[in-house]
């Protein structure tokens, strides 16, 4: 029975980190299509109990951009397991296409080295366009292979979800790095759908993404006048809903200035159309 809970938490201290694994887009853009930047907060649910919180950051850079996550569990699990994840991504922008190039998780307070940092050199093939080499280490393991389309991790795959969300795109696939290697996932835009979300009514982009060789499933909702952030995030498996991940608030840099937006407060009835409270506040990149 022991050896069962420890299992249960350990999984559901990890899902806010693999709950994008299903989420792919095509990595051919202008660099001026890259999102926003914002620092949001997110929950973890699970039969509609909290069990874990996440802060997720995207800085543009001189060569692209950079995103950044740091999850904990909160109350009883917080109790019982001391288990932080904390996880960095590095885009570049090359020649209009936008490429992984560095990735680093890292687990603390779990009796197994869950651990994965690897690089990407990318280089021009005439023949194949471009190419990489990835190398590093995944659970104490090293490991080397060849790449020869753009590839993503399930952190920095949010950076084309955001970018290309209003594209209407048709189902294809992308990789994505899991278990120790790329895999293939496919993935579709289902069209826009309005929303309830604490009070509040909101027009929404739904994505759904399946896996081809098991029953699972996840749909996400992302609101364009809120630059496609993600809202909510469902994940199936066998026809039953398993987890939900719902965002908490969000803190936009826009020319100088930040934006905060929360989402857990319903919004004033003198407002015209019904959206969430804006609150700018200078310098300032820390959810509330």
Known sequence: MASESTSYIRAAISILFLVPVLIQYPSTAPANELPQEFTAN???????????RATYTLEHTDTGVTMKQSTRPVGLIALLRDDKIDVRSDMIVDEGRLLLVNYDYTHSGDDKDRNVRFKINWQTSHKQGFVGKASGIYEGR???????????????IQVPIMRDANKNLPPHELGLFMNGEFKHYLFESS???TVKYNGMQLTAVKMAGR?????????VWMVP????????IEQWKNGKLKSTVLLESVTFDEDGQS????????????MNSIVAPWSDRQNFLAVR
């Open 225 to 232: 006048e809120y630059h496609n952030i993600p809202i909510k």
């Open 191 to 193: 069209g826009r759908e």
């Open 42 to 52: 997110y929950v973890l649910q699970m039969s509609g109990t909290v069990l874990a």
């Open 142 to 156: 090293h490991f080397a292979m060849s790449i020869d389309n753009p590839v993503w991790d399930p952190l920095s």
């Open 211 to 219: 896996e081809t060789k098991r029953d699972r499933a996840m749909f």
């Open 259 to 270: 934006r905060t937006l929360s989402l857990t407060n319903k919004p004033s009835s003198k």
